[in-house]
């Protein structure tokens, strides 16, 4: 009988029935304001062990939770999974697949599953219940590894919210396919890595995570107190040294008959070193917006294969930053911010931007977005927009604008037959702030503004009420330097070397001071209706100290060097539709200019080569008035209450 005893107990363990110092299963009712619950061991939850005895299979039911609680079929529950020694100390086994069966919820039951310790009896470490905010970090690990989580059946996944700690990896390494991580909302997942000794051991994400519920607003019930938030379909994702799994919240556009827009919180790489391979997988929040990624590692594997950061509405930032410090890592990623696509939203402002990107690295890939801008409510512009340190391979399409913020890159890689539209930016409808290449030798290939407008304001290149930046734009100290108390990034086009600059209008548009482009040297530049602004070399010369430091003036400005005679560019060809009174062009080395209306602004030129020639097909003067001597609008209002230099600003509805 005793025989007999023991076998029926290893049949029992053998089929997967709790035991203690394995992995566990507790839940309660989430707390209610006035009945404090303490949690319960779920003894219907099958824990399997592998061959090894270190690694859990989990699965448990909506029936093996209510059962064990309080017997109701209906409410939301916290459920915990973790091994035990989790609760008295550093974990020690890992968690394979844990697969949840909702099967028997009501429309509107839902389950907190937390991979953390259970406050059980005599814990040392235990994690309460769901966090009230997704910043408020999980204060144990609930197992060391853990492979993967699937809901059932399929379609009932938005049931499920996950908040989780490892102390190690989440999915293994070089299995295909991908273990996955598949359930309605994720909270929090932190896989953070231990520490042995002085080695981080783990903090990698290997796994697949996909979160099929859409953002909603939740009442949280905690402490006895209730608290309404909007919770993301994915909160917080933080990992050590990589994610090297796909991080997707597609949405659903059929979810209780409501817009499924489905948003990630922010995706955080905090340890990672030049030597770990950073963030290799995609990250997509294809019906809604991404708030932040920001890494300590590279993005991408390599020009073959990039990271795809796809966002419906709009990515607020993606940085390679460890605190303050912006890091040289190198982006390999396609990077869209307007999947949704459709009509450009010029009013709000705010939907399918991309309001940051940020590397001393280098950047490969493409970057698409409806406006490049500070995010709504932005009391400063000027650490808004994209700068890449290094070389950026790849193009730019702005469907929009850039309004308030600049692009400033080191240099950009020029076209090749291969890669024709490599170093191509294309700004829809308007620039209002900064397109720059920032190293000695760097260079600006190809620069469209204005040639697809979208929206009713003025399009083109436009002012800024910041005063002229004199000193070289610097990509991480992007105030201007005389001009501490500015709010805006200047309004200038500048580089060393400019290949095909092409800009519908140039308007000054209620600004202080009008747009400027500058660089020594540039290829072919067309404009057509030039209203304010002035292209030149960009090369002042300053009085200097002894140290080779400009020297500074009573109202905090560099001293110019009057006798300094290299005000003006090289350029190719040169296209004006006609050149207002507001307009100058100081230019050498042409070989040919022309302009097909009028010529009342200003021309600079040391001197006509032979061969060089400078066409004007109709007047040379100054204009006045609607008469012929003054520009077409060309599709601009004509505003009689304003002097010449600031005709024709506002832009017709089109």
Known sequence: MKKLGVLAMLSVLTLGQVSYGDVEVW?????????????????????????????????????????????????????????????????????????????????????????????????TRSVEDFAVVWDQAIAWPGAMDLESISVTPTGSEYKVSLGMSIGGDVGRANVTPRDELRVGQIYRMQVEGRNVGNTLIGGNIHANITALAPDRLSNIIHNESVSATIRRAIGIITAAKSIQGTISAPGDVDFLFLPGFASIESVRLTNATTNDVGITGNILAQRGTINSILTTGKIGTNATTKSQIRAGRGILQIRAVDGSQVLARDFYADVTANLLGGDVDAFSLRDKSLNKLETAGNFIGTINADFIRPPTGTFTELDWGIFVGGTFTGDIHVRASVLGASIAIGTFTAPTNEMPNTGHIDIYHALDGAVVATAIDGRIPFLSIGR?????????????????????????????????????????????????????????????????????????????????????????????????????????????????????????????????????????????????????????????QAGEQIRIAQRLGRGRGTSPDSCGCANLQYRPDRPIENLCLVREPL
Request: net charge negative; proline share 9%.
């Open 27 to 123: 839940a309660r009712r989430r707390v209610t304001i006035g009945q404090p619950a303490s949690p319960v061991q779920v003894t219907g939850a099958i824990v399997t062990p592998r061959t090894g005895g270190t690694t859990f299979d989990v699965h448990f039911s909506y029936t093996d939770v209510y059962t064990a609680v309080d017997g109701q079929l209906q409410g939301e529950w916290t459920v915990w999974v973790f091994d035990r020694d989790a609760a008295f100390g550093d974990p020690a086994k890992n968690i394979g697949a844990i697969t949840i069966d909702v099967s028997a919820a009501q429309l509107n039951d839902s389950m907190g599953v937390l991979i953390a310790p259970a406050p059980i009896p005599n814990a």
């Open 452 to 608: 697809t407008p979208r929206g009713n304001g003025a399009g083109g290149f436009i002012g800024s009420n910041c005063e002229p930046q004199s000193l070289p734009f610097r990509p991480w100290a992007p105030q201007v330097p005389f001009d501490p108390g500015a709010t805006q990034p200047d309004s200038v086009i500048s580089a060393p070397s400019i290949g095909f600059v092409t800009i519908s209008h140039m308007l000054q548009v209620e600004k202080r001071y009008s747009p400027r482009i500058e660089s020594p040297s540039i290829d072919e530049a067309v404009i057509d209706d030039f209203r304010e602004g002035v292209v030149w070399s960009g090369s002042l010369e300053y009085e200097v100290d002894g140290n080779g430091q400009p020297l500074i003036d009573t109202n905090n400005r560099p001293v110019i060097d009057n006798l300094a005679t290299n005000d003006y560019a090289s350029i190719g060809a040169l296209k004006i539709q006609c050149l207002m009174p507001g307009g100058a062009v100081w230019f050498q080395n042409t070989s040919l200019t022309t302009v097909a209306e009028h010529l009342l602004g200003e021309f600079h030129l040391p001197h006509l």
